[in-house]
């Protein structure tokens, strides 16, 4: 059994409170502008009303926090199964008595207090489970973002919107492709800092020479498949990708519309030939990679894509070599452009293979299903990742633009079922080593 993993690079008290802070205040301001109605209403089945992913991040919190952090009864014990992700599934959140917006509102804004007063009192510990509680809320407001997405209001305002600076597209279609040679890679997160249970522990694989997209594939690579038969070709499906796509006459990656002549995003205009496509399911993914006489890369390969520098024979800690998350000139994350920036936009932030936009934009669909690494240990939260492993999942790296830094590692995991549409997840193709 590998040692429970501790934090010895340690969090810092003060940032973690201002980062706290920072992200309740983008959590609020992304309801702040909507109806009671569109707050509470179930815009998309597979979607909780937002109103339960507020409710939820308060009970987190108070659970972890208040109650099993600081040894306190729960604030509101008798809320902990209304808005525990087991207890009451998605399928039933629409038809609770759940909290309206104003005692919604109170009882985050209650718990808060009492985790404030206990960092106060105890401090932090390692920092671990803050610092889990603090990702918990920044991973929510993305599943927030991705209802609002496919309700697509015309009320909805992205709040603090702003320009960020890229360079201008490149010509990449996606399709090119770079090499990265043959050889060990060490999987997974160093154990000396924060970082979840299924990135444990780091380990070495030997890889075969492969080759990886430079960038994501574009919507222009996109059309053309579309076009060029993507979804009416057979061969190019799995018998469950072509089953998937018949039983729901999937025509198109989610969001687009066709005028009968041309295509473009429902509600929101013009598809930009140089982004990365988005809203792609797993099926239509490797679809789309079989057409190119490619494939999926495999989790690993992305992050050895991602991190592996040749020369230190190390990976690094983040694609751009620095042992710092994301800033506005690496990768398209946090929420800053407000959507995908056109595809390799951001050269500051290529990895040594000289892959770019491996962190942020869209979510890359990788070949490999989630499962634990050898000698996986859950913790600290059983519920998080152990129960979703096995054939079903497919995982998925990098971070979208709607991802914050803090949680778009290279090494963390993401993972979904292969139908669905709603995460902004796109597709890197890869093939094996010409030799
Ligand atoms: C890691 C995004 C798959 O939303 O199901 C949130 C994150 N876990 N609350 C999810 C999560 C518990 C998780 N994903
Ligand atoms: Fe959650």
Redesign the pocket.
């Known amino acids: 059994m590998p040692p429970t993993p501790t934090i010895s690079r340690r969090i810092d008290v003060d940032e973690l409170l201002a980062q706290l802070a920072d992200t309740r205040e983008r959590t609020l301001a992304l309801v702040a502008g909507l109806s009671d109605d569109d707050l509470e209403k179930v815009h998309d089945p597979i979607m909780s009303p937002l109103i339960w992913d507020l409710g939820?991040i308060a009970a987190?919190e108070d659970l972890w926090l208040v109650h099993r952090h600081s040894g306190e009864p729960h604030l509101r014990g008798d809320l902990a199964a209304l808005y525990d992700?087991f207890e009451t599934p998605r399928a039933v959140r629409g038809d609770l008595a759940l909290l309206r917006r104003a005692q919604c509102l109170e009882y985050l804004a209650e718990v808060r207090e009492r985790t404030l007063a206990a960092v106060e009192r105890r401090g932090i510990g390692d920092g671990t489970v803050h610092e889990m509680v603090l990702q918990?809320e920044m991973?929510?407001a993305?599943?927030m973002l991705q209802t609002l997405e496919l309700a697509r209001l015309a009320s909805f305002h992205a709040p603090g919107r702003v320009a960020v600076p890229h360079a201008p597209s490149d010509g990449y279609t996606g399709l090119e492709l770079v090499d990265v040679p043959a050889g060990p890679f060490v999987l997974g997160a160093p154990h000396d800092r924060f970082s979840?249970d299924n990135e444990r522990p780091r380990h070495e694989v030997a890889l075969r020479g492969f080759r990886i997209g430079r960038t994501p594939v574009t919507n222009a690579s996109w059309l053309t498949f579309t076009e060029g038969g993507g979804y009416v070709r057979r061969e190019w499906w799995s018998r469950e990708g072509w089953a998937w796509k018949e039983e729901y006459d999937i025509t198109c990656p989610g969001g687009w519309v066709s005028d009968g002549h041309e295509w473009s995003l429902a509600g929101r205009g013009p598809i930009d030939p140089d982004k990365p496509v988005v809203h792609l399911s797993w099926f239509e993914a490797d679809a789309f990679a079989r057409a190119h006489g490619a494939r999926l890369p495999t989790e690993a390969e992305w992050e050895k894509a991602a991190t592996w520098d040749q020369e230190t024979q190390a990976p690094r800690g983040y694609p751009w070599g620095e042992d710092a998350p994301a800033a506005a000139h690496h990768a398209n994350v946090d929420q800053l452009a407000y959507g995908t920036a056109p595809a390799g936009g951001y050269p500051a932030g290529a990895s040594p293979c000289g892959a770019l936009g491996m962190i942020g934009d869209v979510w890359e669909w990788t070949a490999s299903a989630f499962a634990g690494y050898p000698g996986f240990r859950a913790h600290p939260?059983r519920?998080?990742?152990e129960v979703?492993f096995g054939s079903k999942y497919r995982v998925l790296r990098g971070g979208s633009w709607a991802t914050r830094a803090r949680v778009a590692t290279p090494t963390f995991?993401?993972?979904?079922l292969p139908q669905r549409r709603q995460?902004f997840a796109g597709v890197r193709i890869a093939t094996d080593a010409e030799d």
């Open positions: 939820h987190y992700a918990h991973q929510h993305e599943t979840y939260y519920e998080y990742s979703f995991r993401n993972w979904d995460i």
